[in-house]
């Protein structure tokens, strides 16, 4: 689908809704070629016909670049397009060039030189590309300079083996991070005949025929449903700093805690979401699941878009629906949140048990396999089920399900609390007596005296 050409501004995209169910092209009314397409996400593109073929080329994505920046690296693509240059080959040919040297049959890839190109060739998500990162940096150090045919099976068990002791989960992160970087490798580097230089097996394969993968118990943890009603009541009436009237901050950590609940997402995705991935009019939310980098747009239940309304009006411009407190970041960690709430119900639980309530209740809805593998974001290209392959789960089954889920999980009375939230006001003298307070601690009594004095003094004074 395309619309009329507008001029691509900051302002302009910012307000466009994404489109999840189809392709939305708008175009620029100045620069001709140049264009943003809208789906689950926003990425500029140019478009030009380049000899007897229609090409279109990625320029990149909006937040990521600007409007003003996408619209200087278009008219530089623009222009190799009109001298008949295909940029889409033209990066091919400078990958297959970049790699070049690597097929050379005497230069046998060390692990750290595998890795570069293995990463450069794979899309990894930033979760995976850490811990990857963390195997070349710490478990794997040693072995960086090693060339991948001269680690052998016996230096694979002593390592994982060595590893173990620290952690039986990152030992096995470990071997699979060189399994994959080995396997890569091995259609990699090909001599100029085509041939494999790579010609001995993956020497991981030991710990499999040995039986050495540690065995790592999956974690099952959620909150119950005997249990929701506390641990709703107190994530409701428990006040954090920040929580004040006209304040982006205010409730941000029972905001928080309520939207990982609601819709099942990881906490990394939940701290990331930007207003652009929120439509208030058609009450949907999208984020990028953070293991397979797929964007998963949500339809919100009613009180759950009731809550990114109201943030939204405190929002101050803010880029994030979780801003930070400082700078122009989002939240980080809400770790102290968590624990708080721990604290005060007895009830223990992760960001992760989130989640797995979430697609527990919607398990206990008999709400479809493939609906809740949509919800949360679990269904694969890749998957072995074919039946996976036919079942289209729409926008209306999913909001069907999300409205079910929040029906069961919150009352009226917590719906009721939510909806009825106030925020306080805080001026600098209160601001100083709640310090004072923390820092010498006092009878609240007195506290409360002191505060009417400073009252009455202003009053007089003004």
Known sequence: MTSERTKLTK??????????DKQVIYRDSELIGFALRVTNIKVYVVERRVGKSSVRVTVGKHGEITPTQARDKASHLLGLMSQGINPNKQKQQERKEMFADYAKADQQPTLLDAYTAYKTERELSKNTLDDYEQCVKDYLIDWRDIKLIDISRKMVQEKHAELSKRSKARAN?????????????????LDANDKNIIDVSNPVNTLK????????????GYIRNNQMKDWLDAVISTEWVGQQYKNHNAYTNQDFLLTVLLTGFR???????????????YGSITSVDPKNGEPLTLPMGKTLLHIMQKRFERSGGGKYVFQARQGVGHVTNRSKARLKIAEITGISFTYHDLRRTFSSVANSLNIGSYTIKKLVNHATEESSDVTEGYVQVSFEDLQIAMNMIEDLLLDDEIISKIKNRTFKKITRHHDYLEKSVVENPVDIDDALK????????KTRLN
């Open 173 to 189: 992160l470990a071997m699979r991070f060189f399994r994959a970087v080995f396997n890569f490798s091995v259609e990699h580097y």
């Open 450 to 457: 002191a505060l009417s004095k400073v009252d009455q003094l």
């Open 11 to 20: 302002t302009f995209v910012d307000s466009l809704p994404l489109s999840p």
């Open 209 to 220: 025929a040995k039986k050495s993968w540690n065995k790592i118990k999956r974690r099952k």
């Open 267 to 281: 906490r990394e995705e939940a701290e990331t979401i930007e207003w652009s991935h929120v439509d208030l009019k």
